[in-house]
T-cell receptor
Framework: GAGVSQSPSNKVTEKGKDVELRCDPISGHTALYWYRQSLGQGLEFLIYFQGNSAPDKSGLPSDRFSAERTGGSVSTLTIQRTQQEDSAVYLC?????????????FGPGTRLTVL | KQEVTQIPAALSVPEGENLVLNCSFTDSAIYNLQWFRQDPGKGLTSLLLIQSSQREQTSGRLNASLDKSSGRSTLYIAASQPGDSATYLCAALWAGNNRKLIWGLGTSLAVNP
C-alpha cells in the first residue's frame, strides 16, 4: 500500500504569513507524529496523535503552532505568523499503534522556507 | 537529561569495507532504540528496531546491537556499497516519554566506488 505522504513538498512564504502542512498517514495507522529538522540540528519532536487526540503537545515551539487530526487519518500542522526561525523540514510519521514498539514510517517531508 | 550522541559525524570509506556506526545514550532504562537512514531530499527509512529486551537485530547486511548497561548501540554494515551512502540516525525511546523519540545528529556516510 501507499506510504506516508506529505504536501506540499516545498513551501516558500513571507514572514508573518500563515502556512498549513498536510500529512496523510498509512491507512490503518492509529498513531501520527510530527517532527522538525532544522539545518545542523537533530530531529525535534513536535506532537503526536493517538487517533484524533494529541496526548502530548509539549514539543510545539510556541502558541503559533497548532495541529489537528480528523477522522483518525489526515493531519494538518498550522504555523501562524511565520518567522524565519520556522524554516526547516517538517516530517510526519505514522505507526500502527502508539505503544512504542512499532516502527514509525516517515513521509518525505515538507521543506519550509520563510523569507 | 536523556540524550543521544552519534560518532563519527561523518565517515568516508572505500566500497567493500565493513564499518561500524556508533550511538550512545544517557539513561540505561531505554524502551527501544531504532536506526534510520535518511537520503538527501527524502524522508527517513527505518532500518532496525531493537527492543530493550533484545541484544541485536539483523537485516541483510545490517546488524544492530544494543548494550543498555554501557548505553551504547552499534550499527554494523557489511561489505559496504555506494548505495549505502546516506545519513544514518539513531533514536531512543524511554518509557514515560510519551512516545517521544530522542534523536542523535546522525552519521553522514559516503561509500566510494
Amino acid at each position: 500500500g501507499a506510504g506516508v505522504s506529505q504536501s506540499p513538498s516545498n513551501k516558500v512564504t513571507e514572514k508573518g504569513k500563515d502556512v498549513e502542512l498536510r500529512c496523510d498517514p498509512i491507512s490503518g495507522h492509529t498513531a501520527l507524529y510530527w517532527y522538525r529538522q532544522s539545518l545542523g540540528q537533530g530531529l525535534e519532536f513536535l506532537i503526536y496523535f493517538q487517533g484524533n487526540s494529541a496526548p502530548d503537545k509539549s514539543g510545539l515551539p510556541s502558541d503559533r503552532f497548532s495541529a489537528e487530526r480528523t477522522g483518525g487519518s489526515v493531519s494538518t500542522l498550522t504555523i501562524q505568523r511565520t518567522q524565519q526561525e520556522d524554516s526547516a523540514v517538517y516530517l510526519c510519521a505514522s505507526s500502527r499503534t502508539s505503544g512504542g514498539a512499532d516502527t514509525q514510517y516517515f513521509g518525505p517531508g515538507t521543506r519550509l522556507t520563510v523569507l | 537529561k536523556q540524550e543521544v550522541t552519534q560518532i563519527p559525524a561523518a565517515l568516508s570509506v572505500p566500497e567493500g569495507e565493513n564499518l561500524v556506526l556508533n550511538c550512545s545514550f544517557t539513561d540505561s532504562a531505554i524502551y527501544n532504540l531504532q536506526w534510520f537512514r535518511q537520503d538527501p531530499g527524502k524522508g527517513l527509512t527505518s532500518l532496525l528496531l531493537i527492543q530493550s529486551s533484545q541484544r541485536e537485530q539483523t537485516s541483510g547486511r545490517l546488524n544492530a546491537s544494543l548494550d543498555k548497561s554501557s548505553g551504547r548501540s552499534t550499527l554494523y554494515i557489511a561489505a559496504s556499497q555506494p548505495g549505502d551512502s546516506a545519513t544514518y540516525l539513531c533514536a531512543a525511546l524511554w518509557a514515560g516519554n510519551n512516545r517521544k523519540l530522542i534523536w542523535g545528529l546522525g552519521t553522514s556516510l559516503a561509500v566510494n566506488p
